[in-house]
């Protein structure tokens, strides 16, 4: 197993620009979550999912979107950067609420 | 809603010395507890989780943890610390409630061993 996988590792944008972080996992887990951490902040839930074709926002949802086709993939979408958005975002998985929760190796994103 | 507070932002402990890093919760019933470690530039592991039962409960590396429920606290500990251990950790409540089910985490606490 692969376990969770996220794309790219690193990405500079512009402000404005949009994108898409790439989540992948391949343990068929029902729950996925993004988070993103930020010095001092911890991490912090953007938006998650417990199953496909369902998702509800987090904390700080504003400025992101989700979309969950399929069980093995959870994309996180930012339609116009903004600094703010400078982060290190993770992404999650897990069976179900009482299961661990497994985590991606980051996506290093810096708006400029 | 429910939420974590991790007092402690920055601990240093000596090579040997025993640990423990705090961990309060806020939520309406019994929670899922988890403690997490992320070594630098790292994702993040799962140490030991909590859910029933018995309140005392082991996790990998030597570490456990309590729950306390009338202090609303789910405190980690090590007795004797390592080099290795230096990273930061992360308390997290989860709830089941439905499609709300979701994890909140603390702030977290770095930890600094010293040789």
């Known amino acids: 197993n692969a376990g969770v996988t996220q794309t790219p590792k690193f990405q500079v944008l512009k402000t404005g620009q949009s994108m898409t972080l790439q989540c992948a996992q391949d343990?068929?887990?029902?729950?996925m979550s993004w988070y993103r951490q930020d010095p001092g902040m911890g991490l912090r839930l953007i938006h998650y999912?417990?199953?496909?074709?369902?998702?509800d926002q987090g904390e700080v949802p504003n400025g992101y979107n989700v979309s969950r086709s399929t069980t093995e993939d959870f994309p996180l979408r930012l339609l116009s950067a903004a600094p703010s958005q400078t982060s290190v975002y993770f992404c999650?998985?897990?069976?179900?609420?009482?299961?661990?929760?497994?985590f991606g190796p980051g996506t290093r994103l810096l708006v400029l | 809603a429910q939420s974590v507070t991790q007092p402690d932002i920055h601990i240093t402990v000596s090579e040997g010395a025993s640990l423990e890093l705090r961990c309060n919760y806020s939520?309406?019933?019994?929670?899922?507890l988890f403690w997490y470690v992320q070594s630098p530039g790292q994702g993040l592991q799962l140490l030991l989780k909590y859910f029933s039962g018995d309140t005392l409960v082991q996790g990998i590396k030597g570490f456990e943890a309590e729950f306390k429920r009338s202090q609303s606290s789910f405190n980690l500990r090590k007795p004797s610390v390592h080099w290795s251990d230096a990273a930061e950790y992360f308390c997290?409540?989860?709830?089941?409630?439905?499609?709300?089910?979701?994890?909140?985490f603390g702030t977290g606490t770095r930890l600094q061993v010293t040789l």
């Open positions: 939520y309406g019933a019994t929670p899922y």
């Open positions: 999912s417990v199953g496909a074709g369902i998702t």
């Open positions: 343990m068929n887990h029902e729950y």
């Open positions: 997290a409540v989860g709830a089941l409630s439905g499609t709300a089910s979701k994890l909140t």
């Open positions: 999650a998985s897990r069976r179900d609420p009482q299961s661990t929760q497994y």
